[in-house]
Antibody
Framework: QDQLVQSGAEVKKPGSSVKVSCKAS????????ISWVRQAPGQGPEWMGR????????NYAQRFQGRVTITADKSTTTAYMELTSLTSEDTAVYYC???????????????????WGQGTTVTVSS | DIQMTQSPSTLSASVGDRVTISCRAS??????LAWYQQKPGKAPKLLIY???SLESGVPSRFSGSGSGTEFTLTISSLQPDDFATYYC??????????FGQGTKVEVK
């Protein structure tokens, strides 16, 4: 059964960066894309961006553009999300999630997130 | 970005009740809507995709309907395991993905 296993909790200082990993099993890297979603305490989920590991194409939500980098290492089937210039507002649980992808010509269509990692708590505090 | 608005924010219900949650999109998303269930300390779980398609393994008491801007999640007979928070999410290909603010289903 496909699963995603994330790295452990992090405590960071304001202004620093955090890099969270997401190890995928099964055929995820060949057939799916990986999204990153965060959830601040008491809030709804917020989609940050995604990557198609098979073609190494990322795209990001506008509000995180320039501050987030999503990468994928096919040799280890591990995806990464790095967030820079952290503030207390970045304190949240960060999830990776698998979503199906279909290519239509030069375009891609993405399906909703059907397999999720267990979440990584990132706390930003001075 | 497309805004997703859920109602109500909290819903008090009893086991066996029929429960309905609404979700409205700020612009048409055709049928590109998913519903998730989330329990405390856990990741969201996909219940419904394409507005009305049931994800594999999800009990048939869950159903979804709607298109365009108005959508509904219905639980036909609430079970003890269904007390949780529910989120709608649009996955239009022309806009960043966005979630509703959530509906908490609690014990009446």
């Amino acid at each position: 059964q496909d699963q995603l296993v994330q790295s452990g909790a992090e405590v960071k200082k304001p202004g620093s960066s955090v890099k969270v990993s997401c190890k995928a099993s099964g055929d995820t890297f060949n057939r799916y894309s990986i999204s990153w979603v965060r959830q601040a305490p008491g809030q709804g989920p917020e989609w940050m961006g995604r990557i198609i590991p098979s073609v190494d194409i990322p795209n990001y939500a506008q509000r995180f553009q320039g501050r987030v980098t999503i990468t994928a290492d096919k040799s280890t089937t591990t995806a990464y999300m790095e967030l820079t210039s952290l503030t207390s507002e970045d304190t949240a649980v960060y999830y990776c999630a698998r979503n199906g992808v279909a290519s239509i010509g030069d375009n891609y269509f993405f399906y909703p997130m059907d397999v999720w990692g267990q979440g990584t708590t990132v706390t930003v505090s001075s | 970005d497309i805004q997703m608005t859920q109602s109500p924010s909290t819903l008090s219900a009893s086991v066996g009740d029929r429960v309905t949650i609404s979700c409205r999109a700020s612009q048409s998303i055709s049928g590109w809507l998913a519903w998730y269930q989330q329990k405390p300390g856990k990741a969201p779980k996909l219940l419904i995709y394409k507005a009305s398609s049931l994800e594999s393994g999800v009990p048939s008491r869950f159903s979804g309907s709607g298109s365009g801007t108005e959508f509904t999640l219905t639980i036909s007979s609430l079970q003890p395991d269904d007390f949780a928070t529910y989120y709608c999410q649009q996955y239009s290909n022309f806009s960043p993905w966005t979630f509703g603010q959530g509906t908490k289903v609690e014990v009446k």
